[in-house]
């Protein structure tokens, strides 16, 4: 079992920048490929960005390439997403995920735990 609490969201001006970060418990992170997703108002959840149990592979939805990066720690049992050059195009309540996988994954089906979720808003 994983339970996990993402924080660092809030209000951003367009262009700014913005670190989430989602704090698991149990002893079994490091063994979970983790993933971000996000979820705007009126739209399906959609994925962002995953990263596999090393933190050596990563990959990133293309409209995130380039200024979005993830990461981990697994002794801190955590996972960052940092967010630079942020778009009003951006806003959204954004989730982290833990896949129970030894592949990384894009899809919501495959990701086994979930946090509540933390807002994200860009300003133009």
């Known amino acids: 079992q994983v339970q996990l609490v993402e924080s660092g969201g809030g209000l951003v001006q367009a262009g700014g920048s913005l670190r989430l970060s989602c704090a698991a418990s149990?002893?079994?992170?490091?063994?979970?490929?983790m993933g971000w997703f996000r979820q705007a108002p009126g739209k399906e959840r959609e994925f962002v960005a995953t990263i596999n149990q090393s933190g050596r592979i990563t990959y990133y939805v293309d409209s995130v390439k380039g200024r979005f990066t993830i990461s981990r720690d697994n002794a801190k049992n955590t996972v960052y997403l940092q967010m630079n050059s942020l778009k009003p195009e951006d806003t959204a309540v954004y989730f982290c995920?833990?896949?129970?996988?030894?592949?990384?994954?894009?899809?919501?089906?495959?990701?086994?735990?979930w946090g509540q979720g933390t807002q994200v808003t860009v300003s133009s």
């Open positions: 149990g002893r079994t992170f490091s063994n979970h490929v």
């Open positions: 995920a833990a896949a129970s996988s030894v592949i990384l994954h894009t899809t919501l089906a495959k990701y086994d735990y």
